[in-house]
């Protein structure tokens, strides 16, 4: 895996994925205004793309009928330097008709223990915890 990661002024940069993709981020300016998210955003939603990526592949590969998942995550960080993430809680939002609730507990469960790469750092230096909500498109 590759990456890099050009200023572009102030507080302002642009990341270049290995993969051809380009995003700007930063952290706010003197004046209030922000570029982006921050480097500490981008890995809090990193770690959700990663877990919610792991839960949709569990669930389709069990057949459940799932049509939307959605992770809403909220951290806490250290005060002193460095600002690592102390406590993480990831709320999943699970839509489908019929989709088990027992099943999409097991894939959390998988994910953040076993699969997510991103939650396994994470776990390093933070609390994570984890609850969800099934929703019937019914």
């Known amino acids: 895996m590759k990456a890099r990661v050009?200023?572009?002024g102030k507080r302002t940069f642009i990341g270049h994925s290995g993969t051809g993709h380009n995003f700007v981020f930063g952290t706010k300016e003197e004046d209030g205004t922000t570029p982006g998210p921050s480097p500490m955003e981008l890995v809090l939603i990193g770690t959700g793309g990663c877990s919610a990526?792991?839960?949709v592949s569990i669930l389709e590969k069990g057949r459940e009928p799932v049509e939307d998942v959605i992770v809403e995550l909220?951290?806490?960080r250290a005060e002193g330097t460095p600002a690592v993430f102390t406590r993480v809680h990831m709320r999943f939002i699970v839509k489908g008709r019929g989709v088990s609730p027992a099943k999409v507990e097991r894939a959390i469960q998988l994910s953040v223990e076993k699969y997510c790469s991103a939650s396994a750092m994470i776990a390093k230096t933070a609390e994570?915890?984890?609850d969800f909500e099934v929703i019937s498109s019914d």
């Open 6 to 8: 050009n200023w572009t």
């Open 74 to 76: 909220d951290a806490e």
């Open 53 to 55: 990526y792991d839960v």
């Open 128 to 130: 994570i915890t984890h």
